[in-house]
């Protein structure tokens, strides 16, 4: 049995999710696919397995940058958080909303992370 999907799922990334490694050349970025970890350049990524499942290493989630006509999801008010399914047409909102933090792949994302970003917002907008 390939158990690829629950050990990505496991390390809080989706199969095909590029990420990067801490500790690794800067220049390097990572995915799963259903082989197992694959990079950008001939690295020895069983080693680089070991040492992220081991606590030596970390995955640092590369931020989502949606592309002109891809679909996204943010949260657009604070009471109530209303989340959004949007389409990045490289308007001055999308950017907005990529620069903040408020742009996720997923509803489920834009739910917990896009609710706790507005409410930091509004609290620092209310001097709290």
Known sequence: MNYIKQVAEMLGVEVGEEFKISDTDETLTFHFDEHGLKSNRDV???YLLSSILNGRRE???IPFKPKCGEEYW???FIKGGYIALETW???SVDYCHWKLGNCF???EE???KGRAIMKKIKAEYDGE
């Open 59 to 61: 995955i640092v989630k």
């Open 105 to 107: 792949r997923t509803r």
């Open 74 to 76: 943010t949260c657009l």
């Open 44 to 46: 020895e990524q069983p």
């Open 110 to 112: 834009a739910e917990i």
């Open 89 to 91: 047409c490289d308007c």
